[in-house]
């Protein structure tokens, strides 16, 4: 989404527009969301934008559209999202891949996966299907927005005042801070399994 479109639906419906895009972005196709959010942030540099209104719509659309899916998954469940769920960008390979590894870690699937377009729209349908406690969904679903939204938002909020940002390139630069992050991710993955190499008794 370019600067100019999403100013225009900010024109038309205020704020609203914001929570719109990360709901269905959570329930729906997935999308860059990461690059709207860093958007979000730089427009709020420029006074386009207001930080806390702004802030709160990306937040709470995120975290309604994962208790939305949720009661989806719970109280509808399996048979219902495999039918119709491709409507909305949830392919047979995307259910499958998640329900095969979803229930090996279901708190950190829950609260990290924001941070993976496709896992975090499949997410929240697993977590209602497997009859997760609400309690629980709620807390880690509640953070993982917090920890989702806030930081990119803040990253273009601080990008935007250092460097003289050409609008029309902000969503790629929200693509580089997610492939940061999967780096990151990525080399603490591989410290950890060669560390466990180094301490497991040889055989």
């Given at each position: 989404?370019n600067?100019?479109?999403?100013?225009?639906y900010l024109d038309l419906?205020?704020?609203?527009?914001?929570?719109?895009?990360?709901?269905?972005?959570i329930v729906?196709?997935p999308?860059p969301e990461?690059s709207?959010?860093f958007?979000?942030g730089?427009?709020i540099?420029?006074?386009?934008l207001?930080f806390?209104?702004?802030?709160?719509?990306?937040?709470?659309?995120a975290?309604?559209?994962?208790?939305?899916?949720y009661?989806?998954g719970?109280?509808?469940?399996s048979?219902f999202?495999?039918k119709?769920g491709?409507?909305v960008?949830i392919?047979?390979?995307r259910w499958?891949?998640?329900?095969?590894?979803?229930m090996?870690?279901?708190?950190?699937?829950?609260?990290l996966?924001?941070y993976?377009p496709?896992?975090?729209?499949?997410?929240?349908y697993?977590?209602?299907?497997?009859?997760?406690g609400?309690?629980s969904?709620?807390f880690l679903?509640?953070?993982?927005?917090?920890?989702?939204?806030l930081?990119?938002i803040l990253?273009?909020?601080?990008v935007g005042?250092?460097?003289?940002?050409?609008p029309?390139?902000?969503?790629?630069?929200?693509?580089v801070?997610?492939?940061?992050?999967?780096?990151f991710v990525?080399?603490?993955?591989v410290?950890k399994?060669?560390?466990?190499r180094v301490n497991s008794?040889q055989?």
């Amino acid at each position: 989404m370019n600067t100019d479109t999403l100013l225009h639906y900010l024109d038309l419906y205020g704020y609203a527009i914001i929570f719109l895009f990360l709901f269905l972005g959570i329930v729906g196709i997935p999308a860059p969301e990461e690059s709207l959010l860093f958007l979000i942030g730089v427009l709020i540099f420029q006074h386009s934008l207001s930080f806390v209104p702004a802030t709160l719509a990306a937040f709470f659309g995120a975290f309604i559209g994962m208790l939305s899916a949720y009661v989806v998954g719970r109280y509808i469940g399996s048979p219902f999202i495999r039918k119709y769920g491709k409507y909305v960008g949830i392919t047979e390979e995307r259910w499958d891949k998640v329900q095969e590894k979803y229930m090996k870690n279901v708190r950190r699937t829950i609260l990290l996966g924001y941070y993976m377009p496709g896992i975090r729209q499949i997410s929240p349908y697993f977590a209602g299907i497997n009859r997760i406690g609400f309690g629980s969904f709620f807390f880690l679903s509640l953070l993982g927005a917090l920890i989702w939204t806030l930081p990119f938002i803040l990253a273009g909020l601080f990008v935007g005042s250092k460097v003289d940002i050409n609008p029309a390139y902000v969503p790629y630069l929200g693509l580089v801070f997610l492939a940061i992050f999967f780096l990151f991710v990525l080399i603490n993955y591989v410290k950890k399994k060669k560390a466990k190499r180094v301490n497991s008794p040889q055989e």
